[in-house]
């Protein structure tokens, strides 16, 4: 009977706990814990990093996980490559969940920089109003090109105010319309989009506001990690649960 760890904080991962929830797996979904008040899950949670590779080999052998989903964020690179060295070290089975990427379309201006601090550098110039569609984390590494006017969109009011100087703050969990995010940029007259690859189809609306409105992006590439067993459907988890982990696939 496998014996799942789902490592979540997406919409991919609470679809998975769903569907295994449905089935009456046994596996449990953890959080980083950096969302005040995460969603209800189907399945036990548990909330906060495990202490490094060492403390995830840790977890895994103490609880005798026999299967690791990765469906994290695909940005959150640093529990990916844990969770990479972690099932090596313990041999147990490891599949990636998660979005594809997004691909320009008819239509889009995108410059593409492959990290963050990439594109602090490439807003170098005079002032432009700035939608930064990064989430919370990033913000302060924009202080570095203070003339912009910034638009924030957070998840959570942040307990204390952005470092930015010029900023304008939207607190919203989405899921986000184009309608809507095409207002929004409107009213707030934004010039220039700032976004991550994250992919999916939740985040993808700014992409499509941006389209419609003749707006560039500048479009941060996902980081680079070591070649892993990745899917893009919960019925290809299911499946290597049922199978395909037991192949060695
Ligand atoms: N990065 C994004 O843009 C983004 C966007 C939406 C959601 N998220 C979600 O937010 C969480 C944190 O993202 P991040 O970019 O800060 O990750 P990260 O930089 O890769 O991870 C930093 C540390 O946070 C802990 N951690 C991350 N995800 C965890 C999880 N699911 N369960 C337990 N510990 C976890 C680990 O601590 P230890 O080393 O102590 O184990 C990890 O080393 C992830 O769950 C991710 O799916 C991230």
């Given amino acids: 009977m496998p014996n799942i760890l789902i490592l979540g904080g997406t919409t991919e991962a609470s679809a998975l706990a769903e569907a295994l929830a449905d089935r ?39 609880q005798a996980v026999t299967h690791l989903v990765d469906a994290t964020h695909p940005f959150a690179a640093t529990m990916s490559a ?15 969940l998660t979005r594809p990427a997004w691909a320009p379309a008819a239509g889009d201006c995108w410059r593409h920089v492959p990290d963050i601090e990439a594109a ?20 302060s590494a924009f202080t570095a090109q203070p003339q912009h006017h910034y638009l924030l969109r957070f998840v959570d009011a942040p307990e204390e ?24 940029m409107q009213d707030h007259e934004i ?44 019925g290809a988890v299911l499946d290597w649960l049922d199978h395909g982990a037991d192949r060695g696939v």
């Fill in 161 to 184: 105010a952005p470092v930015l100087p010029d900023h304008a703050l939207v607190v919203d969990r989405g899921p986000f319309s184009v309608e809507g995010d095409v207002a929004l």
């Fill in 82 to 96: 844990h969770a990479v060295a972690a099932a090596a070290e313990t041999g147990i089975a490891h599949i990636v």
């Fill in 120 to 139: 602090v550098a490439a807003l170098a110039g005079p002032r432009r109003r700035v939608m930064l569609a990064l989430g919370r984390m990033h913000v």
């Fill in 191 to 234: 010039e220039l989009v700032v976004c991550k690859n994250a992919g999916g189809s939740g985040a993808e609306a700014k992409l499509i506001a941006a389209r419609r409105l003749g707006l560039p992006v500048l479009m941060i590439d996902r980081p680079a990690l070591p070649e892993r067993h990745t899917v893009h459907e919960i």
């Fill in 24 to 62: 009456g797996a046994t596996a449990v979904l953890s959080y980083a814990g950096r969302v005040a008040n995460p969603r209800r899950q189907p399945l036990p949670t548990r909330v906060g990093g495990f202490g490094g590779i060492a403390g995830l080999v840790r977890y895994l052998r103490e």
